[in-house]
Protein backbone atom coordinates (compact mmCIF):
# COMPACT_ATOMS: atom_id res chain seq x y z
CA UNK A 1 0.00 0.00 0.00
CA UNK A 2 1.85 3.32 -1.32
CA UNK A 3 2.35 5.64 1.64
CA UNK A 4 0.10 8.88 2.32
CA UNK A 5 1.55 12.43 2.65
CA UNK A 6 -0.08 15.10 4.84
CA UNK A 7 1.61 18.05 5.86
CA UNK A 8 0.59 20.93 8.85
CA UNK A 9 1.89 24.73 8.83
CA UNK A 10 3.80 25.79 11.43
CA UNK A 11 2.28 27.26 14.75
CA UNK A 12 3.50 30.55 16.01
CA UNK A 13 2.31 31.36 19.66
CA UNK A 14 1.96 35.21 20.20
CA UNK A 15 3.38 36.66 23.12
CA UNK A 16 -0.63 37.67 24.07
CA UNK A 17 -1.42 34.04 23.80
CA UNK A 18 -3.13 34.26 20.43
CA UNK A 19 -1.84 31.50 17.67
CA UNK A 20 -1.94 31.70 13.96
CA UNK A 21 -0.01 30.00 10.89
CA UNK A 22 2.91 31.67 9.23
CA UNK A 23 4.40 30.19 5.96
CA UNK A 24 7.26 28.56 7.61
CA UNK A 25 8.79 25.39 7.50
CA UNK A 26 6.26 22.33 6.75
CA UNK A 27 5.95 19.32 8.34
CA UNK A 28 4.27 16.24 7.01
CA UNK A 29 2.63 13.22 8.54
CA UNK A 30 3.64 10.25 7.25
CA UNK A 31 1.41 7.06 6.79
CA UNK A 32 3.44 4.33 6.01
CA UNK A 33 1.98 0.93 4.21
CA UNK A 34 2.35 -1.63 7.45
CA UNK A 35 1.05 0.73 10.20
CA UNK A 36 -2.54 3.09 11.05
CA UNK A 37 -0.17 5.54 12.89
CA UNK A 38 0.75 9.40 12.12
CA UNK A 39 3.97 10.48 12.74
CA UNK A 40 4.96 14.30 12.64
CA UNK A 41 5.93 16.91 14.52
CA UNK A 42 5.11 20.79 14.79
CA UNK A 43 7.50 23.42 15.92
CA UNK A 44 9.61 20.58 18.01
CA UNK A 45 6.66 19.08 19.32
CA UNK A 46 6.16 15.57 18.01
CA UNK A 47 2.68 13.77 18.53
CA UNK A 48 0.74 10.63 16.96
CA UNK A 49 -2.66 9.35 16.60
CA UNK A 50 -4.14 6.58 16.85
CA UNK A 51 -7.22 5.83 14.58
CA UNK A 52 -10.53 5.20 15.73
CA UNK A 53 -9.01 5.05 19.84
CA UNK A 54 -12.16 7.56 20.33
CA UNK A 55 -10.54 9.96 22.93
CA UNK A 56 -12.74 12.24 25.13
CA UNK A 57 -12.06 15.11 26.42
CA UNK A 58 -13.45 15.55 30.46
CA UNK A 59 -14.08 18.53 32.56
CA UNK A 60 -15.77 20.32 35.27
CA UNK A 61 -17.44 23.31 36.30
CA UNK A 62 -16.16 25.26 38.16
CA UNK A 63 -17.78 27.54 41.28
CA UNK A 64 -15.47 29.62 43.95
CA UNK A 65 -15.92 32.78 46.17
CA UNK A 66 -14.25 35.53 45.21
CA UNK A 67 -10.54 35.99 46.80
CA UNK A 68 -9.95 32.01 46.91
CA UNK A 69 -8.46 29.38 44.35
CA UNK A 70 -10.14 27.66 41.29
CA UNK A 71 -9.02 25.22 39.88
CA UNK A 72 -9.52 24.19 35.69
CA UNK A 73 -8.92 20.17 34.98
CA UNK A 74 -8.92 19.11 31.00
CA UNK A 75 -8.54 15.51 31.36
CA UNK A 76 -8.56 12.95 28.28
CA UNK A 77 -9.96 9.66 28.41
CA UNK A 78 -8.24 7.17 26.38
CA UNK A 79 -4.80 9.37 25.38
CA UNK A 80 -2.38 8.86 22.99
CA UNK A 81 0.04 12.09 23.54
CA UNK A 82 -2.05 14.61 21.66
CA UNK A 83 -2.27 17.84 22.46
CA UNK A 84 -3.87 19.37 25.19
CA UNK A 85 -4.50 23.49 25.39
CA UNK A 86 -6.06 25.42 27.84
CA UNK A 87 -8.08 28.80 26.30
CA UNK A 88 -10.04 32.01 28.69
CA UNK A 89 -12.85 33.66 27.51
CA UNK A 90 -11.50 35.64 25.12
CA UNK A 91 -10.29 32.81 23.68
CA UNK A 92 -6.34 33.99 24.14
CA UNK A 93 -4.25 30.62 25.08
CA UNK A 94 -3.20 29.93 29.02
CA UNK A 95 -1.53 26.62 28.40
CA UNK A 96 -0.07 25.08 25.74
CA UNK A 97 0.81 21.59 27.16
CA UNK A 98 3.07 22.91 30.03
CA UNK A 99 4.28 26.48 28.68
CA UNK A 100 2.22 29.10 29.65
CA UNK A 101 2.27 32.11 26.81
CA UNK A 102 -0.23 33.81 28.70
CA UNK A 103 1.34 36.32 30.74
CA UNK A 104 -0.77 36.50 34.13
CA UNK A 105 1.20 35.02 36.93
CA UNK A 106 -2.06 34.35 38.78
CA UNK A 107 -2.28 30.81 36.38
CA UNK A 108 0.03 28.11 38.21
CA UNK A 109 0.58 25.05 36.39
CA UNK A 110 -0.36 22.41 39.02
CA UNK A 111 -0.18 18.74 36.97
CA UNK A 112 0.81 17.71 33.09
CA UNK A 113 0.62 14.98 31.53
CA UNK A 114 -0.23 12.95 28.70
CA UNK A 115 -3.92 12.36 29.81
CA UNK A 116 -4.85 15.77 32.18
CA UNK A 117 -3.68 19.25 32.29
CA UNK A 118 -4.61 20.96 35.02
CA UNK A 119 -4.30 24.99 36.59
CA UNK A 120 -5.18 26.83 39.33
CA UNK A 121 -6.46 30.69 39.21
CA UNK A 122 -5.74 32.57 42.37
CA UNK A 123 -7.25 35.44 44.24
CA UNK A 124 -9.91 34.93 41.31
CA UNK A 125 -11.86 38.05 40.72
CA UNK A 126 -15.47 39.03 39.16
CA UNK A 127 -13.56 39.69 35.78
CA UNK A 128 -12.45 36.15 35.73
CA UNK A 129 -15.80 34.84 35.36
CA UNK A 130 -16.90 32.97 32.31
CA UNK A 131 -15.86 29.81 29.89
CA UNK A 132 -12.93 28.42 29.45
CA UNK A 133 -12.31 26.10 26.64
CA UNK A 134 -10.06 23.01 26.54
CA UNK A 135 -8.54 21.85 23.28
CA UNK A 136 -6.98 18.63 22.18
CA UNK A 137 -5.25 18.37 19.14
CA UNK A 138 -6.79 15.64 16.90
CA UNK A 139 -8.35 14.90 13.55
CA UNK A 140 -10.76 16.42 13.44
CA UNK A 141 -9.83 18.47 16.83
CA UNK A 142 -12.14 18.11 19.76
CA UNK A 143 -13.05 21.01 22.15
CA UNK A 144 -14.68 21.34 25.48
CA UNK A 145 -15.82 24.30 27.65
CA UNK A 146 -15.81 25.12 31.48
CA UNK A 147 -17.82 27.42 33.32
CA UNK A 148 -15.96 29.24 36.45
CA UNK A 149 -18.92 30.89 38.27
CA UNK A 150 -17.98 33.49 40.92
CA UNK A 151 -19.58 34.08 44.25
CA UNK A 152 -19.08 37.45 46.15
CA UNK A 153 -20.23 37.25 49.81
CA UNK A 154 -22.26 40.61 51.28
CA UNK A 155 -19.63 42.84 51.91
CA UNK A 156 -21.61 44.72 54.82
CA UNK A 157 -24.32 43.62 57.21
CA UNK A 158 -26.18 46.18 59.16
CA UNK A 159 -29.58 46.69 61.18
CA UNK A 160 -31.14 49.95 61.59
CA UNK A 161 -34.04 50.19 63.78
CA UNK A 162 -36.57 52.98 64.35
CA UNK A 163 -36.42 53.80 67.88
CA UNK A 164 -33.42 52.55 70.16
CA UNK A 165 -36.18 52.48 73.25
CA UNK A 166 -39.45 51.52 72.64
CA UNK A 167 -42.55 51.89 74.78
CA UNK A 168 -44.65 48.27 75.68
CA UNK A 169 -47.22 48.28 73.10
CA UNK A 170 -45.64 49.85 70.53
CA UNK A 171 -44.96 48.29 67.05
CA UNK A 172 -41.20 49.03 65.55
CA UNK A 173 -39.59 48.99 62.74
CA UNK A 174 -36.29 47.13 62.05
CA UNK A 175 -34.26 47.26 58.49
CA UNK A 176 -31.58 44.58 57.51
CA UNK A 177 -29.07 45.68 54.80
CA UNK A 178 -26.84 42.74 52.87
CA UNK A 179 -24.77 44.97 50.73
CA UNK A 180 -22.69 44.33 47.46
CA UNK A 181 -23.82 40.41 46.64
CA UNK A 182 -23.24 37.73 44.55
CA UNK A 183 -25.84 36.40 44.01
CA UNK A 184 -28.38 37.86 45.58
CA UNK A 185 -28.71 36.91 49.54
CA UNK A 186 -31.38 35.38 51.38
CA UNK A 187 -32.28 37.30 54.93
CA UNK A 188 -33.99 35.69 57.74
CA UNK A 189 -35.39 37.43 61.53
CA UNK A 190 -35.31 35.70 64.77
CA UNK A 191 -36.06 37.20 68.10
CA UNK A 192 -34.59 34.90 70.36
CA UNK A 193 -35.14 31.36 69.53
CA UNK A 194 -38.24 32.09 66.97
CA UNK A 195 -38.06 32.79 63.36
CA UNK A 196 -40.10 35.85 62.01
CA UNK A 197 -40.96 37.42 58.82
CA UNK A 198 -39.98 40.24 57.28
CA UNK A 199 -40.34 41.54 53.55
CA UNK A 200 -37.45 41.70 51.57
CA UNK A 201 -36.19 44.37 48.47
CA UNK A 202 -33.41 43.53 46.22
CA UNK A 203 -31.57 46.32 44.11
CA UNK A 204 -29.04 45.23 40.89
CA UNK A 205 -25.79 47.29 40.71
CA UNK A 206 -24.35 46.11 37.64
CA UNK A 207 -23.16 42.52 38.72
CA UNK A 208 -23.56 43.17 42.19
CA UNK A 209 -27.23 42.96 44.48
CA UNK A 210 -28.13 45.03 47.26
CA UNK A 211 -30.97 42.99 49.86
CA UNK A 212 -32.67 44.99 52.35
CA UNK A 213 -35.13 43.33 54.57
CA UNK A 214 -38.09 44.60 56.90
CA UNK A 215 -39.27 43.64 59.95
CA UNK A 216 -42.45 44.77 61.79
CA UNK A 217 -42.27 44.04 65.48
CA UNK A 218 -44.93 44.90 68.34
CA UNK A 219 -43.07 44.84 71.57
CA UNK A 220 -44.08 43.93 75.43
CA UNK A 221 -42.58 44.04 78.64
CA UNK A 222 -40.81 40.56 77.35
CA UNK A 223 -39.04 41.69 74.90
CA UNK A 224 -37.05 43.99 76.86
CA UNK A 225 -33.20 42.78 76.73
CA UNK A 226 -33.91 40.25 74.04
CA UNK A 227 -31.68 39.99 71.02
CA UNK A 228 -32.90 40.73 67.23
CA UNK A 229 -30.85 38.09 65.22
CA UNK A 230 -30.88 38.88 61.01
CA UNK A 231 -28.93 35.99 59.85
CA UNK A 232 -27.66 36.27 55.93
CA UNK A 233 -28.16 32.65 53.77
CA UNK A 234 -26.35 33.05 51.03
CA UNK A 235 -23.84 30.09 49.32
CA UNK A 236 -20.43 31.88 49.68
CA UNK A 237 -20.51 32.37 53.43
CA UNK A 238 -21.72 30.53 56.92
CA UNK A 239 -23.38 32.35 59.84
CA UNK A 240 -23.37 35.34 58.77
CA UNK A 241 -25.72 37.08 60.99
CA UNK A 242 -25.26 40.50 63.02
CA UNK A 243 -27.83 41.33 65.92
CA UNK A 244 -29.64 44.59 67.85
CA UNK A 245 -30.76 43.99 71.98
CA UNK A 246 -34.40 45.25 72.17
CA UNK A 247 -34.94 47.99 75.05
CA UNK A 248 -38.66 47.85 76.17
CA UNK A 249 -39.99 50.42 78.86
CA UNK A 250 -43.11 49.39 80.74
CA UNK A 251 -45.11 50.55 83.48
CA UNK A 252 -44.50 49.05 87.37
CA UNK A 253 -45.83 45.49 88.30
CA UNK A 254 -47.17 45.18 91.80
CA UNK A 255 -47.43 42.03 94.43
CA UNK A 256 -48.52 42.31 97.61
CA UNK A 257 -47.61 39.86 99.55
CA UNK A 258 -48.62 39.03 103.56
CA UNK A 259 -45.41 38.83 106.21
CA UNK A 260 -47.59 37.99 109.34
CA UNK A 261 -49.04 36.45 109.91
CA UNK A 262 -47.50 33.83 107.89
CA UNK A 263 -50.16 32.32 105.75
CA UNK A 264 -52.55 32.43 108.34
CA UNK A 265 -55.97 33.71 109.55
CA UNK A 266 -56.39 37.43 110.67
CA UNK A 267 -57.84 37.08 113.71
CA UNK A 268 -59.32 40.28 116.09
CA UNK A 269 -56.40 41.06 118.23
CA UNK A 270 -53.12 39.61 116.61
CA UNK A 271 -51.39 41.94 114.40
CA UNK A 272 -50.90 42.16 110.25
CA UNK A 273 -47.54 43.16 108.36
CA UNK A 274 -48.57 43.35 104.46
CA UNK A 275 -45.67 44.68 102.12
CA UNK A 276 -46.06 45.94 98.56
CA UNK A 277 -42.98 45.25 95.67
CA UNK A 278 -43.34 47.25 92.48
CA UNK A 279 -41.10 46.30 89.13
CA UNK A 280 -41.19 48.19 86.17
CA UNK A 281 -38.62 50.14 83.73
CA UNK A 282 -37.47 52.45 84.48
CA UNK A 283 -37.82 51.52 88.29
CA UNK A 284 -41.15 53.04 89.82
CA UNK A 285 -40.27 55.97 91.95
CA UNK A 286 -43.58 56.53 93.68
CA UNK A 287 -45.38 53.91 95.79
CA UNK A 288 -48.36 54.53 98.19
CA UNK A 289 -51.23 52.68 100.21
CA UNK A 290 -54.52 53.00 100.24
CA UNK A 291 -58.01 51.91 101.29
CA UNK A 292 -60.54 51.29 98.58
CA UNK A 293 -63.94 53.23 99.42
CA UNK A 294 -62.91 54.07 102.47
CA UNK A 295 -60.65 55.70 104.74
CA UNK A 296 -57.59 54.75 105.88
CA UNK A 297 -58.40 53.70 109.82
CA UNK A 298 -56.06 55.90 112.33
CA UNK A 299 -54.07 52.94 114.01
CA UNK A 300 -52.81 51.72 110.31
CA UNK A 301 -48.85 52.52 110.12
CA UNK A 302 -47.59 53.01 106.83
CA UNK A 303 -43.64 53.07 106.43
CA UNK A 304 -42.58 53.28 102.90
CA UNK A 305 -43.40 50.16 101.08
CA UNK A 306 -45.05 48.04 104.22
CA UNK A 307 -48.53 48.30 105.81
CA UNK A 308 -48.71 47.33 109.52
CA UNK A 309 -51.79 47.25 111.78
CA UNK A 310 -50.65 46.00 115.58
CA UNK A 311 -54.20 45.10 116.80
CA UNK A 312 -56.89 43.79 114.17
CA UNK A 313 -60.30 44.45 114.77
CA UNK A 314 -63.64 44.38 113.03
CA UNK A 315 -63.43 47.96 111.60
CA UNK A 316 -60.81 47.12 109.77
CA UNK A 317 -62.23 44.77 107.37
CA UNK A 318 -61.74 45.94 103.54
CA UNK A 319 -59.40 46.09 100.86
CA UNK A 320 -56.16 47.67 100.74
CA UNK A 321 -54.06 48.58 97.45
CA UNK A 322 -50.95 49.57 96.76
CA UNK A 323 -50.51 52.24 93.87
CA UNK A 324 -46.84 52.54 92.02
CA UNK A 325 -45.98 54.45 89.35
CA UNK A 326 -43.39 55.50 86.98
CA UNK A 327 -42.74 57.58 83.35
CA UNK A 328 -44.88 55.12 81.51
CA UNK A 329 -47.82 54.57 83.80
CA UNK A 330 -49.42 53.44 87.40
CA UNK A 331 -50.33 50.08 88.12
CA UNK A 332 -51.80 48.59 91.36
CA UNK A 333 -52.56 45.33 93.33
CA UNK A 334 -55.51 44.65 95.95
CA UNK A 335 -55.39 43.24 99.34
CA UNK A 336 -58.84 42.03 101.07
CA UNK A 337 -58.94 42.15 104.48
CA UNK A 338 -61.06 39.98 106.55
CA UNK A 339 -61.02 39.80 110.25
CA UNK A 340 -61.82 36.85 111.92
CA UNK A 341 -63.31 35.87 115.64
CA UNK A 342 -60.48 35.11 118.81
CA UNK A 343 -59.79 31.47 118.52
CA UNK A 344 -62.09 29.47 121.51
CA UNK A 345 -60.94 28.21 124.35
CA UNK A 346 -62.30 24.49 124.95
CA UNK A 347 -62.48 23.58 128.87
CA UNK A 348 -59.74 20.89 129.93
CA UNK A 349 -60.73 17.51 129.56
CA UNK A 350 -62.16 16.25 133.59
CA UNK A 351 -61.09 12.48 135.15
CA UNK A 352 -65.37 11.76 135.51
CA UNK A 353 -67.51 9.93 133.18
CA UNK A 354 -71.21 11.01 132.25
CA UNK A 355 -73.58 8.88 130.38
CA UNK A 356 -75.96 10.33 128.82
CA UNK A 357 -79.17 8.29 127.59
CA UNK A 358 -81.02 10.00 124.96
CA UNK A 359 -83.86 8.57 122.32
CA UNK A 360 -82.53 7.38 119.48
CA UNK A 361 -79.50 8.12 120.31
CA UNK A 362 -76.96 7.55 123.41
CA UNK A 363 -73.56 9.58 123.23
CA UNK A 364 -71.00 8.61 125.91
CA UNK A 365 -68.20 10.43 126.75
CA UNK A 366 -64.67 9.18 128.15
CA UNK A 367 -62.34 11.31 129.21
CA UNK A 368 -60.36 9.53 132.12
CA UNK A 369 -56.97 9.15 129.90
CA UNK A 370 -57.94 10.09 126.38
CA UNK A 371 -59.50 13.94 124.46
CA UNK A 372 -62.91 13.96 124.17
CA UNK A 373 -64.65 12.87 121.56
CA UNK A 374 -68.14 13.72 120.50
CA UNK A 375 -69.50 11.19 117.93
CA UNK A 376 -71.15 12.10 114.26
CA UNK A 377 -69.57 15.55 114.55
CA UNK A 378 -66.31 17.63 114.02
CA UNK A 379 -64.23 18.53 116.91
CA UNK A 380 -62.91 22.23 117.26
CA UNK A 381 -59.26 23.05 117.77
CA UNK A 382 -58.05 24.27 120.80
CA UNK A 383 -56.15 27.63 119.06
CA UNK A 384 -55.58 28.88 116.08
CA UNK A 385 -52.36 26.98 115.30
CA UNK A 386 -54.00 23.62 114.82
CA UNK A 387 -56.01 24.99 111.84
CA UNK A 388 -54.12 23.72 108.54
CA UNK A 389 -53.22 27.10 106.99
CA UNK A 390 -52.60 26.08 103.91
CA UNK A 391 -55.03 27.78 102.21
CA UNK A 392 -56.46 30.93 104.01
CA UNK A 393 -59.87 31.15 102.56
CA UNK A 394 -60.41 27.20 102.73
CA UNK A 395 -59.16 27.72 106.82
CA UNK A 396 -62.05 30.95 107.04
CA UNK A 397 -64.84 28.37 105.51
CA UNK A 398 -63.66 24.98 107.08
CA UNK A 399 -63.74 26.73 110.66
CA UNK A 400 -67.60 28.28 109.74
CA UNK A 401 -69.00 24.98 108.79
CA UNK A 402 -67.75 23.51 111.83
CA UNK A 403 -69.67 25.98 114.35
CA UNK A 404 -72.50 25.60 112.29
CA UNK A 405 -71.99 22.09 113.18
CA UNK A 406 -71.81 22.52 116.45
CA UNK A 407 -75.01 24.95 116.34
CA UNK A 408 -77.05 22.46 114.38
CA UNK A 409 -76.07 19.73 117.18
CA UNK A 410 -77.94 22.06 119.95
CA UNK A 411 -81.00 22.24 117.89
CA UNK A 412 -80.99 18.47 117.04
CA UNK A 413 -80.57 17.88 120.74
CA UNK A 414 -83.67 20.34 121.70
CA UNK A 415 -85.56 18.43 118.92
CA UNK A 416 -85.11 15.00 120.51
CA UNK A 417 -86.34 16.05 124.19
CA UNK A 418 -89.31 17.83 122.77
CA UNK A 419 -90.65 14.59 120.90
CA UNK A 420 -89.37 12.61 123.34
CA UNK A 421 -91.58 13.88 126.17
CA UNK A 422 -94.75 14.39 123.43
CA UNK A 423 -94.15 10.68 122.76
CA UNK A 424 -94.05 9.80 126.52
CA UNK A 425 -97.48 11.90 126.65
CA UNK A 426 -99.61 10.34 124.10
CA UNK A 427 -98.31 7.00 126.03
CA UNK A 428 -99.85 7.88 129.26
CA UNK A 429 -103.20 9.17 127.23
CA UNK A 430 -103.43 5.78 125.85
CA UNK A 431 -103.59 3.94 129.00
CA UNK A 432 -105.28 5.62 130.37
CA UNK A 433 -108.28 5.87 128.00
CA UNK A 434 -108.17 2.48 127.67
CA UNK A 435 -108.76 1.58 131.04
CA UNK A 436 -112.23 3.63 131.21
CA UNK A 437 -113.23 2.37 127.64
CA UNK A 438 -116.56 0.24 128.55
CA UNK A 439 -120.64 0.16 129.36
CA UNK A 440 -122.27 2.79 131.85
CA UNK A 441 -125.89 2.52 133.16
CA UNK A 442 -127.22 5.13 135.05
CA UNK A 443 -130.57 5.65 136.71
CA UNK A 444 -132.40 7.86 134.32
CA UNK A 445 -134.52 4.01 133.04
CA UNK A 446 -135.64 3.40 136.48
CA UNK A 447 -138.73 2.03 136.92
CA UNK A 448 -139.39 1.50 133.35
CA UNK A 449 -138.37 -2.25 133.59
CA UNK A 450 -141.53 -3.22 135.59
CA UNK A 451 -144.08 -1.17 132.92
CA UNK A 452 -146.78 -3.21 130.90
CA UNK A 453 -146.32 -1.03 128.03
CA UNK A 454 -144.56 1.53 126.07
CA UNK A 455 -146.24 4.49 127.64
CA UNK A 456 -146.49 3.11 131.40
CA UNK A 457 -142.73 3.13 130.66
CA UNK A 458 -142.06 6.57 129.52
CA UNK A 459 -143.74 7.66 132.49
CA UNK A 460 -142.19 6.27 134.59
CA UNK A 461 -138.71 6.70 133.40
CA UNK A 462 -139.76 10.41 133.09
CA UNK A 463 -140.46 10.64 136.56
CA UNK A 464 -141.90 13.29 138.47
CA UNK A 465 -140.94 15.85 141.13
CA UNK A 466 -140.84 13.31 144.06
CA UNK A 467 -138.08 11.27 141.96
CA UNK A 468 -135.57 14.27 140.63
CA UNK A 469 -133.12 13.86 143.61
CA UNK A 470 -133.03 9.80 143.11
CA UNK A 471 -131.84 10.60 139.22
CA UNK A 472 -129.17 13.01 139.80
CA UNK A 473 -125.37 10.92 138.76
CA UNK A 474 -122.25 12.38 139.17
CA UNK A 475 -119.27 11.52 136.67
CA UNK A 476 -116.21 12.00 137.79
Request: hydrophobic share 35%; charged share 25%.
Amino acid sequence: MAAAARCCPSVRVSAGGSRRAVPRRRTCWQRSATSERFRGSCRGFSWEKRVGDGQNLITEDVTVVEGDVATISCRVKNSDDSVIQLLNPNRQTIYFRDFRPLKDSRFQLVNFSNSELRVSLTNVSISDEGRYFCQLYTDPPQEIYTTITVLVPPRNLVIDIQKEIAVEGEEIELNCTAMASRPATTIRWFKGNKELTGKSEVEQWSDMYTVTSQLLLKVGREDDGVPVICLVDHPAVKDLQTQRYLEVMYKPQVRVSQNYPVQGLTREGEPLELTCAAFGKPQPTDMRWLRVDDEMPQHVVVSGSNLLISNLNKTDNGTYRCEASNAVGKSHADYMLFVYDPPTTIPPPTTTTTTTTTIPTTITDTTATTEPAVHGFTQLPNSAEELDYGDLSDSRAGEEGAIRSVDHAVVGGVVAVVVFAMLCLLIILGRYFARHKGTYFTHEAKGADDAADADTAIINAEGGQNNSEEKKEYFI
